[in-house]
C-alpha cells in the first residue's frame, strides 16, 4: 500500500508565488521519479514537471523560468515552487510517482490540490 499526499494550494492573486508539496508513504524502497500534473476545468491533464532519480528535472514551456520542481530523498517529497503566478496557472495539480516497492514498481498518484491565481 502507498500513498501521495499532496499540500499547499490554494488563492492567490496574479504574480504571487505558492509552494506545492508531495509526500509518498507506505512500503517504498526508492522513487524512480516524481511529476507534477495540472488539469484546468473542461481541459486534459497536463504534465507540468517533473524530476528523475538522478534530479534531471524537465518543464512544460508554459511554465519554463517561473516554476521549480525539487525534492527532498529522505522525507520522499517533491515540491512545485510556483513564482509569477497567472491566472491560466488555475487548476487542479496532482502528484505522480514512479515507486519502486515491495510489489515491484508501481505507479501511484495523489488526491490533487486547487490552486486558483486571480485577483
Known amino acids: 500500500q502507498v500513498e501521495l499526499v499532496e499540500s499547499g494550494g490554494g488563492l492567490m492573486q496574479p504574480g504571487g508565488s505558492l509552494r506545492l508539496s508531495c509526500t509518498a508513504s507506505?512500503?517504498?524502497?526508492?522513487?524512480?521519479?516524481m511529476d507534477w500534473y495540472r488539469q484546468a476545468p473542461g481541459k486534459e491533464r497536463d504534465l507540468v514537471a517533473n524530476i528523475t532519480r538522478s534530479s534531471t528535472t524537465n518543464y512544460a514551456d508554459s511554465v519554463k523560468g517561473r516554476f521549480t520542481i525539487s525534492k527532498n530523498d529522505a522525507k520522499n517529497t517533491v515540491y512545485l515552487q510556483m513564482n509569477s503566478l497567472k491566472p491560466e496557472d488555475t487548476a487542479v495539480y496532482y502528484c505522480y510517482a514512479e515507486l519502486v516497492t515491495t510489489r515491484g514498481i508501481l505507479g501511484a498518484w495523489g488526491q490533487g490540490t486547487l490552486v486558483t491565481v486571480s485577483s
Open positions: 507506505g512500503s517504498i524502497f526508492s522513487i524512480n521519479a
